[in-house]
């Protein structure tokens, strides 16, 4: 069994940040992962994006080009991505940061206005874990705890106060619906 | 001891650091920097040297120098800084001083870019640096690999006065897989019988590359070609994936490795018999069992990020016994595993034809954009 | 637009000729981009743009090819100075310059830059002193002050282990080939103006073939500092110019009385 998840979206919106969560989540699960950035020029062109490979076995390739799911946070990402998330597979979209629905009838979509939500919460950068709560509720590839318990490590010290506000963020977007 | 997720260069900076690194010289350079930075907190916090080089050039003579203390030591770099370092490395193999390089690979020729490659594979295993010589060359193709081959290197190194190479690529290099670390081991206290130390036990030893008589340095070189044999016979390694019933064989180092094993997967699920034969020492390269299986399988897939560069080794060891196919990507782009299925269904239902050459082949079946 | 109104307009800002209409890859704050604009505006000065030869560096000013309306080449980090002579020996009738990073030039390079100022080879480098190497990360350069947090300094320079600072313009100018060696700083725009003159002035030293000129400017990278913009020309201003101070190392002579 293999799962393999694209998160994608601007520099600065926690896209490498939730996909590190999801394989320090999925090593708490005793599960074999990989998390590999895209690095290089595009780094500096503002967007970023990574994928997360879990399964359980010996991990072949680390690079993904139809992954299960996919979590765009903006349109050049959902441009992107729409077309390469494998049939059956999930697409999660933050729509707020795009402006058109997803085309694709073959997959699971979760449309969330992550932004918005995170706002209402009270601090904007708990977007990435909305959606990540909305991923994580079609596609249970790690539990809520794992992440749970991922973020209590791996949260600097100086954050560790907004765990609670980090859970309340994921399961906001895990009550997000599903369009099938 | 647990697991921790770790990317390859920081993994590597720290299992070097377990093993009881003494000294690490380098100089920043993507997609290596991790490495550097890494032993710039954790080595002068140890009490141990580290020095940023003002060079690649400056950094090999640093390890020069440190290594014929008997030290352990080691310095890491990528591919246009690994080009600067050959001269040095010419001279360390001729002075017979152990050292631990670590060569993240980017795409080139000339500046490059920054990306994954893995086409300095006949600048670190077939030379490179003038003269006979032959460093040891391992590649990992995971975190854990990488942890433990490092540890190894170190040890390799010193047992045949050796250089060690742990050549990975970029991708290896920025990606976080779990891996367990080996326990903090103590720094050496011996030092070998050979190294300068301007001690006072009434001996004086002098270390130099220089043979000005012909048959001295033919001598050397016999000793070192007779050390290479040692290694050749005891330090083959690689990993086996599927491949009892194989009637077909993908053959590929370090990424492009594990990325066929996905490949090799998925034709087994379509029933296609075919199995992996990852090389991880490519230096010395597992010859013999590529001979052997070339004896019972009917056909080869060789598949790097570069233009073909193991595929000669490979050609050497099958002999022309059976078909040898090629796929590569290059210049930092890297194969896909559908690709090399794509390659596998092409060579398992075509025939392969056993004139002209796989890079040939290769060649035709690439796109031309001029 | 009507006649009356077109001529009531002056032009008071204008791409020089000598640089592309393109936008550059430069971080927001990024004093790279003056440095290119002051160097253009000279060539345009000079008529010189089209008898130019750039040789761009490894570091972030790599893709100055692309940003200078002028031919140029690009050379191994380090080896700018070297690529210039080659140029220049076979092409000695062309203004030659090398645009080159602290890192590049001061560290891995600083063998070819002593070795063509002590030949006295005839090009002009424009050198950018910005304390840290700003491609890869803002790691540790020759020219970190002491005590300065760099990624590869984690803890702050520390001089008893890392070294000091290199001071490149006052180095150079002690070379018998150097005919022109001077700091000038991009802080502010009266700075600004006086670096311009003395690349006016190394080019005219190149033009008048008397010999290796350079000029040290010093420059911000908002971006590895963890600064605004705003606040890193104020960093520049009073952390750097105490160890870097402005001024003019060699002059030679025969410079003396020229007005450009
Ligand atoms: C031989 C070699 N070593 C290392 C590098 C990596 N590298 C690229 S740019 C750079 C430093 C550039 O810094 P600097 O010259 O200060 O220019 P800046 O980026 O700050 O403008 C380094 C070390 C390289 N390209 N080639
Ligand atoms: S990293 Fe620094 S030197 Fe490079 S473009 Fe950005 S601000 Fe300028």
Redesign the pocket.
């Known amino acids: 069994m293999q799962t393999e998840i694209i998160i994608a979206g601007f520099g600065g919106q926690g896209v490498l940040f939730a996909g590190q969560l999801l394989a320090y989540a999925a090593m708490e699960e005793d599960k074999a992962v990989t998390w590999i950035p895209s690095y290089g020029p595009e780094m500096r062109g503002g967007t970023a994006n990574c994928a997360v490979v879990v399964a359980d076995e010996e991990i072949g390739s680390p690079f993904v080009k139809h992954p299960q799911a996919a979590i765009v946070m903006n349109l050049p990402s959902l441009d992107k991505y729409e077309a390469l998330v494998a049939p059956g597979g999930v697409l999660v979209v933050n729509t707020s940061m795009v402006d058109r629905p997803c085309q694709r009838p073959d997959i699971t979509v979760v449309e969330i206005p992550a932004n918005e939500i995170a706002e209402r919460l009270g601090d904007r950068r708990m977007t990435n874990m909305v959606l990540l709560g909305g991923l994580l509720a079609q596609l249970p590839v790690v539990s809520m705890e794992a992440v749970d318990k991922a973020l209590k490590e791996h949260l600097p010290e100086r954050h560790q106060k907004l765990l609670p506000l980090n859970r309340q963020a994921m399961q906001e977007g895990a009550s997000q619906p599903a369009r099938v | 001891m647990a697991k921790e997720m770790m990317k390859g260069n920081t993994a590597i900076a720290e299992a070097a650091i377990r093993a009881g690194l003494d000294a690490y010289f380098g100089?920043?350079?993507?997609p290596q920097t991790e490495l550097l930075e890494w032993m710039s907190v954790r080595m002068p916090e140890l009490g141990r040297a580290f020095v940023q080089a003002e060079?690649?050039l400056g950094a090999i003579n640093m390890v020069y120098g440190a290594a014929c203390t008997g030290k352990r030591v080691m310095t890491s770099?990528?591919s246009?800084?690994i080009?600067?370092m050959m001269e040095g490395l010419s001279y360390i193999a001729g002075t017979e001083v152990p050292m631990v390089l670590v060569n993240v690979m980017r795409g080139g020729p000339g500046?490059g870019n920054i990306a994954p490659a893995q086409a300095d594979y006949n600048q670190i295993v077939h030379g490179g640096g003038h003269g006979d010589m032959h460093p040891i060359v391992l590649a990992p193709a995971s975190v854990q690999e990488a942890i433990d081959l490092t540890v190894l290197a170190f040890d390799l190194a010193e047992k045949y006065r050796a250089i060690v190479v742990v050549l990975i690529d970029g991708s290896l290099g920025q990606m976080m897989e779990p891996g367990e670390l080996p326990p903090m081991a103590p720094l050496k206290t011996a030092i070998p019988d050979w190294a300068v130390r301007g001690g006072d036990d009434g001996k004086r030893r002098t270390l130099s590359s220089i043979y000005l008589n012909p048959p001295d340095e033919e001598v050397t070189n016999l000793r070192l070609e007779r050390r290479w044999q040692e290694v050749q016979a005891n330090e083959v390694r690689y990993k086996e994936y599927y491949l009892e019933d194989a009637r077909y064989v993908v053959t590929g180092f370090g990424s492009a490795g594990r990325i066929a094993l996905s490949a090799v997967r998925a034709a087994r699920a379509e029933g296609i018999p075919v199995g992996l034969l990852r090389p991880i020492s490519l230096n010395p390269f597992p010859r013999q069992v590529i001979a052997d299986l070339s004896e019972r399988v009917e056909g080869f897939l060789v598949t790097e990020m570069n233009a073909g560069q193991m595929l000669d080794d490979v050609m050497a060891a099958v002999a022309g016994r059976k078909p040898v196919e090629f796929y590569g990507r290059m210049g930092g782009v890297v194969p896909f595993p559908d690709e090399i299925l794509g390659e596998i269904k092409r060579m398992v239902n075509g025939q392969v034809p056993m004139s002209g050459h796989p890079r040939d082949r290769w060649l035709e079946r690439m796109p031309r954009a001029n | 637009m009507d006649t009356a109104q077109h001529e009531l307009e002056q032009v008071v800002y204008q791409r020089p000729e000598s640089l592309m209409e393109v936008d550059t890859h430069y971080c927001p704050g990024c004093t790279?981009g003056v440095a290119h604009r002051l160097v253009a505006e000279v060539l345009d000065e000079m008529q010189v743009r089209q008898r130019t030869i750039g040789v761009a560096?490894?570091?972030?000013?790599?893709f100055a090819y692309n940003y200078f309306n002028t031919d140029f080449v690009q050379a191994?980090?380090?080896r700018a100075p070297a690529m210039a002579t080659g140029i220049k020996r076979c092409l000695p009738d062309r203004i030659v310059f090398t645009y080159?990073?602290?890192?590049?030039?001061a560290?891995?390079g600083m063998g070819e830059v002593v070795a063509a100022a002590a030949r006295g080879e005839n090009i002009t480098v424009v050198f950018?002193n910005?304390a840290?190497?700003?491609?890869?990360g803002g790691?540790m350069?020759p020219t970190t002050l002491p005590g300065q947090k760099t990624t590869s300094s984690p803890n702050g320079r520390d001089v008893e282990t890392q070294g000091f600072p290199m001071q490149a313009a006052e180095l150079l100018a002690t070379l018998e080939g150097t005919s022109y060696s001077v700091r000038r700083s991009l802080h502010d725009p009266k700075n600004v103006r006086m670096a311009k003159k003395a690349l006016r002035t190394a080019f005219e030293v190149q033009a008048r073939g008397m010999g290796f000129s350079i000029v040290e400017l010093l420059s911000v990278?908002p971006t590895n500092w963890g600064m605004t913009p705003l606040q890193s020309l104020k960093w520049l201003e009073e952390a750097m110019i105490p160890f870097y101070p402005i001024g003019d190392y060699k002059v030679n002579p025969a410079l003396a009385g020229l007005r450009f």
């Open positions: 100089y920043p350079i993507t060079s690649e770099s990528s246009p800084g080009s600067l500046l | 790279h560096s490894v570091g972030c000013s790599v191994p980090h380090g080159q990073g602290d890192g590049d030039m560290s891995i950018i910005n840290n190497y700003g491609m890869t790691q350069a990278c």
